[in-house]
């Protein structure tokens, strides 16, 4: 994640360890690997690329707090805010799982609950449920075969979300 930081006037002083980071409210370190840099266009501006624990998922937030570095005249930093002036940590959350689907049908043959490889005579209710909370499931991104061979248009614009869980299709 690259992050820029904005200070409000020239700054000279500010360092990696300035930086706070924390992964679900627990500090983590060398979480920058040397990539803070000042813009060399303006000394106001530093970036640098955070990389979160491998594998972590969670609330990731950075911070800089007051005093850890000073103006021109040495004047000591505030604490950081955000863009929309909010004092206080930079916060995200960190995704690296990727989402599974699993298909189900709530659908019935002849009083018999209806199973992946089974037999049906007619339109088949499926239920499709995702691993986590999903923004951009669509029609297009099912497959469906009849004997082997693709078939367009099945669902005519009937792939509705469950408007209570966003995981549901």
Same mark, same amino acid.
């Not at 106001?44 to 972590?56: D, N, S, V």
């Not at 029609?139 to 061979?149: A, L, M, Y």
């Not at 209570?164 to 299709?169: A, L, Q, T, V």
């Given at each position: 994640?690259?992050?820029?930081?904005? @200070?409000?006037?020239?700054?000279?002083?500010?360092?990696?360890? $300035?930086?706070?980071?924390?992964?679900?409210?627990?500090?983590?370190?060398?979480?920058?690997?040397?990539?803070?840099?000042?813009?060399?266009?303006?000394?106001?501006?530093?970036?640098?690329?955070?990389?979160?624990?491998?594998?972590?998922?969670?609330?990731?937030?950075?911070?800089? @707090?007051?005093?850890?570095?000073?103006?021109?005249?040495?004047?000591?930093?505030?604490?950081?805010?955000? @863009?929309?002036?909010?004092?206080?940590?930079?916060?995200?959350?960190?995704?690296?799982?990727?989402?599974?689907?699993?298909?189900?049908?709530?659908?019935?043959?002849?009083?018999?609950?209806?199973?992946?490889?089974?037999? @049906?005579?007619?339109?088949?209710?499926?239920?499709?449920?995702?691993?986590?909370?999903?923004? $951009?499931?669509v029609?297009?991104?099912?497959?469906?075969?009849?004997?082997?061979?693709a078939?367009?248009?099945?669902?005519?614009?009937?792939?509705?979300?469950?408007p209570?869980?966003?995981?549901?299709?």
């Open positions: 994640v690259v992050l820029v930081f904005t @200070a409000s006037e020239d700054i000279t002083d500010f360092v990696e360890g $300035d930086i706070s980071v924390t992964e679900n409210g627990v500090a983590v370190t060398g979480s920058f690997n040397g990539t803070l840099t000042a813009d060399p266009n303006d000394p106001k501006i530093y970036t640098a690329t955070f990389t979160p624990t491998a594998g972590f998922e969670g609330a990731c937030s950075v911070s800089v @707090a007051a005093g850890v570095f000073t103006d021109a005249a040495g004047n000591q930093n505030t604490v950081s805010g955000t @863009a929309n002036g909010v004092a206080g940590p930079f916060a995200w959350t960190n995704d690296t799982q990727h989402p599974t689907m699993t298909i189900t049908s709530t659908g019935a043959v002849n009083g018999t609950a209806l199973s992946s490889g089974g037999h @049906a005579n007619g339109d088949v209710v499926l239920v499709f449920t995702a691993s986590e909370d999903i923004t $951009d499931f029609e297009g991104d099912i497959s469906v075969t009849e004997n082997g061979v078939v367009t248009g099945s669902f005519n614009g009937t792939l509705t979300a469950d209570n869980d966003p995981k549901i299709y």
